[in-house]
């Protein structure tokens, strides 16, 4: 069964950088689809941060485009988030979700269960 | 960039209602809209796809509708387990836009 996990430090310092991973069970990532990543600042809506094909083609939200890196790690079966020069506005709960592609980014249909980052000294 | 604005941002209604949230782009974008679900804790869950598609498993009481720029997501007869913050979402341009959100509490 398809499984989806986030991990990384649930606290991050201003100015620092923001890194997570999202391991993949139950499907070879390298095999089909795409992976992205969605935050959601507590209290408020949904935010796309970016996408990634299993070829390895990006997509980000404009917003947030000049600070994020999205990658795949095939030989764990994970990808990862990378977000530089993080405030307060960056703390939120992150996603990860699996988009079977329009192609291009679609919707996401597979979610992991999320992780809650906090920018904070 | 394309804007979609939600409407209403919450309502409460009663079990057994019919309850119809919309979602209005600030241009043309055919059919490219999706519905998701949000209960309190949890991740989203897509419910339905490209404007009036029901994902699979997902109850029948859900659907949605429109094209265009205006869009509607109806649940025929509100369940208490259908308490839950729903978002439409637009794709397009290489890009994905989330609505801000319908709240929808039982009365």
């Known amino acids: 069964q398809l499984r989806l996990q986030e991990s990384g430090p649930g606290l991050v310092q201003p100015s620092e950088t923001l890194s997570l991973t999202c391991a993949v069970s139950g499907y070879s990532i390298d095999s089909g689809y795409y992976w992205g990543w969605v935050r959601q600042p507590p209290g408020k809506g949904l935010e796309w941060i970016g996408t990634?094909?299993?070829?390895?083609?990006?997509y980000f939200n404009p917003s947030l485009q000049s600070r994020v890196t999205i990658s795949l790690d095939t030989s764990k079966n994970q990808f990862s988030l990378t977000l530089t020069s993080v405030t307060a506005a960056d703390t939120a709960m992150y996603y990860c979700?699996?988009?079977?592609?329009?192609?291009?980014?679609?919707?996401?249909?597979?979610w992991g269960q999320g992780i809650l980052v906090t920018v904070s000294s | 960039d394309i804007q979609m604005t939600q409407s209403p941002s919450s309502l409460s209604a009663s079990v057994g209602d019919r309850v119809t949230i919309t979602c209005q782009a600030s241009?043309?974008?055919?059919?490219?809209l999706n519905w998701y679900q949000q209960r309190p804790g949890k991740a989203p869950k897509l419910l339905i796809y490209d404007a009036s598609n029901v994902e699979t498993g997902v109850p029948s009481r859900f659907s949605g509708g429109g094209s265009g720029t205006d869009f509607t997501f109806t649940i025929s007869s509100l369940q208490p387990e259908d308490i839950a913050t729903y978002y439409c979402?637009?794709?397009?341009?290489?890009?994905?836009?989330f609505g801000g959100g319908t709240k929808v509490e039982i009365k």
């Open positions: 241009q043309d974008i055919n059919d490219y």
């Open positions: 979402q637009h794709y397009n341009n290489l890009l994905l836009t």
């Open positions: 990634i094909h299993h070829s390895g083609n990006t």
């Open positions: 979700a699996r988009d079977p592609g329009a192609p291009g980014p679609y919707y996401f249909h597979l």
